[in-house]
């Protein structure tokens, strides 16, 4: 499991666009998204997957730490 921080997530759309950016690299894993602390934690990423899916949310105007 890989735990990100991601800043600029205010709603549920906000959710959605996310685990829409993480799916569009790693399509069926296990996304859980916490809105209040702004965590994303995704099931079976590996860290070869970590650049694409950094990018994919990045693109989504968020930021990831």
């Known amino acids: ?4 921080h991601v800043g600029g997530m205010t709603c549920g759309h906000c959710v959605r666009a ?3 950016a993480v799916h569009s690299v790693v399509a069926q894993t296990p996304v859980a998204v916490d809105l209040p602390t702004g965590t994303v934690r995704i099931e079976q990423a590996t860290s070869a997957d ?4 950094t990018a994919a949310i990045v693109a989504e105007g968020y930021t990831v730490t």
Do not use: F, P
Not at 1 to 4: I, R, S, Y
């Open 50 to 53: 970590m650049a694409g899916i």
């Open 18 to 20: 996310v685990t829409e």
């Open 1 to 4: 499991m890989v735990e990100l």
